[in-house]
């Protein structure tokens, strides 16, 4: 029976793991958009679809759980200091992208620690924002599909508390205070895009070429991650670099962007479903019995 289980799997799994959104992304409009994310930049491979899901008349809002208040080899750098310099760059960021400085949520937490703060403070922070802005789509880190993707700390802990946040979400008997004494409602979310997984798993590309220019200005904005700066701090400008590394790092920038063809092209792996059901590769329809197990 386990045989016939597994033909069937690989009969039906293509068609479900390449299955593109009905509607396709390019073609949304009057959604709700939350990207969950731990560092001010983590963003960045997701700009050309937000600026897009933004002009189309979308609500693309950011939420990012960490200050990034560590993220510098500058030996004379404050962590208040970068936590107020990495504000300023997301929120420029998304100026370029048309995305309006009050849809930047920032949790807070310290760079890097992201997996040793309090879980279920965390959890109850991130579900009180989902039930209040009620998105029709997340985008995420892709915690796995049939497989634990290693992401570095912070990124390994927002893909799990993503994915554990839109499943709580949905059961109003989860932190009912906020039901019962906010107002708020039970919510389920019933798309994902998810990026930085396996490239054989990401079943949605969008070309986004068309928003390139604003996707190099917002991806330039975090010059103190990519450049010298991160040594030595000098300012928000390139022209603040020493020498020509403002060209060059504009040109890296650039380079980052656009593909060898001159398109600026973005993948995600789409999921539409329940979520309990996000990392689970068995596809929809096969039901495992006991005796199979």
Not at 115 to 124: M, Y
Not at 126 to 145: E, Q, S
Request: charged residues 25%; contains cysteine.
């Amino acid at each position: 029976m386990k045989k016939l289980y597994g033909l069937l799997a690989l009969l039906i799994l293509p068609s479900l793991l390449w299955a593109q959104p009905k509607t396709p992304v390019s073609e949304w409009k009057g959604k709700t958009i939350l990207f969950i994310g731990a560092h001010p930049d983590d963003d960045g491979g997701s700009h050309g679809t937000m600026a897009m899901l933004q002009d189309h008349g979308n609500q693309v809002y950011v939420m990012i759980l960490t200050t990034g208040n560590v993220g510098t080899k500058d030996p004379n750098m404050t962590r208040d200091h970068l936590s107020k310099i990495r504000r300023q760059e997301e929120v420029d960021a998304l100026k370029a992208l048309g995305i309006p400085e009050d849809h930047y949520i920032n949790l807070g937490y310290t760079d890097g620690m992201v997996e040793f703060a309090d879980r279920l403070s965390v959890l109850r922070r991130m579900v009180r924002w989902i039930r209040k802005l009620k998105p029709d789509v997340m985008i995420a880190f892709d915690p796995g599909y049939g497989y634990q993707y290693w992401h570095k700390t912070d990124h390994r802990a927002a893909s799990y508390l993503a994915a554990d946040a839109v499943r709580m979400a949905e059961w109003r008997l989860l932190f009912p205070a906020q039901i019962i004494h906010e107002g708020l409602e039970a919510h389920w979310i019933p798309e994902c895009l998810f990026f930085g997984g396996l490239p054989s798993t990401q079943n949605t590309k969008i070309d986004v070429t068309a928003y390139g220019k604003q996707v190099v200005e917002a991806n330039s904005k975090y010059i103190s991650q990519y450049s010298s700066n991160w040594l030595h701090y000098r300012g928000p400008d390139p022209s603040d670099l020493p020498g020509d590394e403002g060209k060059e790092y504009m040109k890296k920038v650039r380079d980052g962007v656009y593909n060898d063809d001159g398109k600026v092209i973005e993948t995600f792996r789409y999921y539409n479903g329940p979520p309990d059901g996000i990392g689970h590769r068995r596809p929809a329809g096969i039901e495992m019995k006991d005796e199979d197990n």
